[in-house]
């Protein structure tokens, strides 16, 4: 039958495993990352960030990896919870501005 | 409070009249933006205020899209004539920095505003 959805990347994980996503950039010159979580109905909520004179930075249960070589941002989630489902985006400042991902969802499987 | 809030929550109009969304973001945060979210797209950049700086607009989609902030705090979206691709969440943010629009932004919770 016809499906309906976000269109959005989705990472379906179990209760209890660890949850990578994934974000890539093309500006050499971005110096700052964000990532934040929005889940259904709500506005986005900033997790957690990183400069770009780190290539790691963790919260709880949340950790940043950020490859420059590459132009690649991560974020892990340790120990995935049913509350963890949600769209998660980054945000990357390149001079001035900050550019917003379009999001991956998480969803989450008890 | 200690984050941005929003007024309306939800607002349905019929096409053709005028809206007025509400943003209060969060104290002392000298930047504030709009953006507009649909279903499944990510966050479109509308306008954005610093400070007592002239507004970047450069993201208003039509001459029916305004915003003001007064006392470099509360800030009001208003869109005129509404039509009904106008349908969507409408998100504000504050950011603390005094220099740039590239910092930290704290949204509030948005305005889904239907047209019928």
């Known amino acids: 039958g016809e499906s309906v959805g976000l269109h959005l990347p989705t990472l379906s994980v179990q209760e209890g495993d660890n949850s990578i996503i994934n974000c890539a950039y093309s500006?050499?010159?971005?110096?700052?990352f964000i990532w934040y979580k929005q889940e259904s109905g709500k506005g986005p909520q900033f997790i957690i960030d990183i400069r770009s004179n780190m290539d790691k930075r963790q919260g709880q249960r949340v950790t940043v990896l950020l490859n420059k070589t590459v132009k690649h941002l991560s974020l892990q989630i340790a120990a995935t919870q049913p509350g963890d489902s949600a769209v998660y985006f980054c945000?990357?400042?390149?001079?001035?501005?900050?550019?917003f991902g379009k999001g991956t969802m998480l969803l989450v499987s008890p | 409070g200690a984050g941005v809030s929003q007024s309306p929550s939800n607002k349905v109009t019929e096409k053709g009249k005028d809206v007025e969304l509400r943003c209060d973001p969060i104290?002392?945060?000298?930047?504030l933006y709009w953006y507009r979210q649909s279903l499944g797209q990510g966050l479109e950049f509308l306008i954005y205020f610093q400070g007592n700086s002239a507004p970047d607009k450069s993201g208003l989609p039509s001459d029916r899209f305004s915003a003001e902030r007064t006392g470099g705090s509360v800030s009001t979206l208003t869109i005129q004539r509404t039509q009904q691709e106008d349908s969507a969440v409408y998100l504000c943010a504050s950011s603390p920095t005094s220099g740039g629009a590239g910092w930290a932004q704290y949204f509030g919770p948005g305005t889904r505003l239907t047209v019928l």
């Open positions: 945000a990357v400042r390149g001079g001035s501005t900050l550019t």
């Open positions: 500006n050499s010159a971005s110096d700052y």
């Open positions: 104290s002392g945060h000298t930047a």
